[in-house]
């Protein structure tokens, strides 16, 4: 992080060893944003209200020549949040047949290395590799244009 001249705010966890912790990384952004703007750290402030007041000062913090850090270790903590609680598990539905029961029912889950033919909409249950999968494809694209 880029202080441009800003101390630092001592957190919770400095003594701690591995990344920085949500509430710490927050603290630090809203001490260095209130240093910047003059304004009254709100010192005894919880990761939400942290969060808020960084939001309502985003806009100012665009402006700033350490906007990138900003937004590398806000989105670092994005990653890390939704890694330990996701909100959202994105699931891509394909829309080639299974090479096992040929309905049209496989899915891939992200961050997931197989694809699963849905048994919860009539599939068979059945794991591909991605590889195996686009080979499949490929295949009935052949017989597709050789007909
Ligand atoms: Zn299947």
């Known amino acids: 992080m880029i202080n441009d001249g800003a101390v630092a705010y001592r957190g ?8 920085p ?11 260095l944003i209130c240093e910047h703007r003059g304004l009254v750290y709100p010192a005894t402030a919880g990761v939400a209200e942290l969060a808020a007041f960084l939001a309502r000062h985003v806009e100012w913090a665009a402006s700033r020549e ?23 598990v994105h699931v ?12 049209r029912a496989l899915i891939r889950t ?16 059945g794991l591909w590799s991605l ?9 009935i694209l052949k017989g597709k244009a050789i007909s």
């Open 12 to 19: 919770d966890d400095d003594d701690q060893v591995g990344p």
């Open 21 to 31: 912790s949500i509430p710490s990384t927050l603290k630090n952004w809203t001490w």
């Open 66 to 88: 350490w906007i990138v850090d900003f937004m590398e270790e806000i989105g670092a903590l994005r990653r890390a949040a939704h890694g330990l609680a996701p909100w959202t």
């Open 92 to 103: 891509q539905e394909l829309v080639g047949p299974c090479p096992g029961c040929d309905l």
């Open 110 to 125: 992200a961050g997931e290395e197989w694809i699963e033919c849905d048994a919860t909409v009539g599939g068979c249950g």
């Open 131 to 139: 590889a195996y999968y686009n080979d499949h494809v490929s295949e």
